[in-house]
T-cell receptor
Framework: NAGVTQTPKFQVLKTGQSMTLQCAQD?????MYWYRQDPGMGLRLIYY???????DKGEVPNGYNVSRLNKREFSLRLESAAPSQTSVYFC????????????FGPGTRLTVL | KNEVEQSPQNLTAQEGEFITINCSYS?????LHWLQQHPGGGIVSLFM???GKKKHGRLIATINIQEKHSSLHITASHPRDSAVYIC???????????FGTGTSLTVIP
């Protein structure tokens, strides 16, 4: 099992460009999450999907959209990238939203110039 | 305002020492997680707690719900324990997750 995979691993964008970060899990988990990690601020939840077909905002959703394509895949889209979105992005999944261990992907390092 | 505070921010220990990392939180929670982030960036979940104490190998995690406090202990520390340890809570309203900024641990041989 690959666990949680993310693509790409690295990306450089210019301000105003758009891109989609892909995440997939092969553990048949119901819940999936997108986080960003910035120096000195810790991880912050952007969006989550409690189950297939549902998505909800986290702590810092502005500037992002998500799609839960199916049970395996949860994508994060930046429609018009800004330098403030330079960060490391982590996808995670868990069996259920409450009371279950989260499994993290390897991360995507995004730089917006 | 930080919903989750960790201490210390940085910790250096000699191999074999007993280590304690503390986590305090200000919101009502349904679960608390301890995570380990390796120098390469990968994040691994160590524990998920809602009450009491859990042990896995040399790692022990405790939680006091009334005091809104959790501790992560590492017994007989080893250089391979060097990592950033992150405390996270699942709020019991609004389905939000909040993370501490992490404790950077270095264990010297």
């Amino acid at each position: 099992n690959a666990g949680v995979t993310q693509t790409p691993k690295f990306q450089v964008l210019k301000t105003g460009q758009s891109m989609t970060l892909q995440c997939a899990q092969d553990m048949n988990h119901n819940s999936m999450y997108w986080y960003r990690q910035d120096p000195g601020m810790g991880l912050r939840l952007i969006y989550y999907s409690a189950s297939e077909g549902t998505t909800d905002k986290g702590e810092v959703p502005n500037g992002y959209n998500v799609s839960r394509l199916n049970k395996r895949e949860f994508s994060l889209r930046l429609e018009s990238a800004a330098p403030s979105q330079t960060s490391v992005y982590f996808c995670a999944s868990s069996e259920a939203l409450v009371g279950d261990t989260q499994y993290f992907g390897p991360g995507t390092r995004l730089t917006v110039l | 305002k930080n919903e989750v505070e960790q201490s210390p921010q940085n910790l250096t220990a000699q191999e074999g020492e007993f280590i304690t990392i503390n986590c305090s939180y200000s919101v009502g929670i349904s679960a608390l997680h301890w995570l380990q982030q390796h120098p390469g960036g990968g994040i691994v979940s160590l524990f998920m707690l809602s009450s009491g104490k859990k042990k896995h190998g040399r790692l022990i995690a405790t939680i006091n719900i009334q005091e809104k406090h959790s501790s992560l202990h590492i017994t007989a520390s080893h250089p391979r324990d060097s990592a950033v340890y992150i405390c996270a809570v699942k709020a019991n309203t609004g389905n939000q997750f909040y993370f501490g900024t992490g404790t950077s641990l270095t264990v010297i041989p």
